[in-house]
């Protein structure tokens, strides 16, 4: 029995409105982790436009690097919880599906880019971060490209505050220089 107190829901005007994962569970890459399932995330915090979207392709990969769940399986319910609207799950399991069946290629493309880490190094939230970022870019060429990376760094400076913000913002920006998307 846990002796920890409720946690309440961020407020809108919280930066940190996504408590999905705490921090220390960010950083776990242990194989056969707890899944979402058992540490419920705050869904309700989560917001219900894009970014919730891309949050949610998030955690079902997430979810999926921790579980060996298909990201596939994980993000209808996600979504659902989130209460996205039917367009928006649509954004998210787009996103969701791309990046789940490329995961390997995207990993090799993030490789080249990254000078510290592979990608199999960096927090697995932060390597599907990056993920959704360049299948968006692919899959969305309408969608400005500062904006998703904007969107990108956002989701990393709430899911982990140990200068991923920065690293996300790097690694993006020099795969948008080499492929000239503007």
Known sequence: MSTQ????APSANDSSWLSAVSPERARSSAPGASSLDAEAPDFAAIPRDKTGARAAAIL????????NRPAIQCIDWIATEIRLSKKLQQFALALTSDAENRRSELDRHLNRYSRRSTMAEVLPVIRNIL???????????NTRTAVIISEAVKLAQTFDTHGSGRFVNGILGAITRDTARE
């Open 60 to 67: 079902a990969l997430y979810e999926s690097d921790l579980t």
């Open 131 to 141: 993920r959704i970022a360049i299948v968006e870019m692919e899959l969305f060429p």
């Open 5 to 8: 107190p409720p946690k309440t």
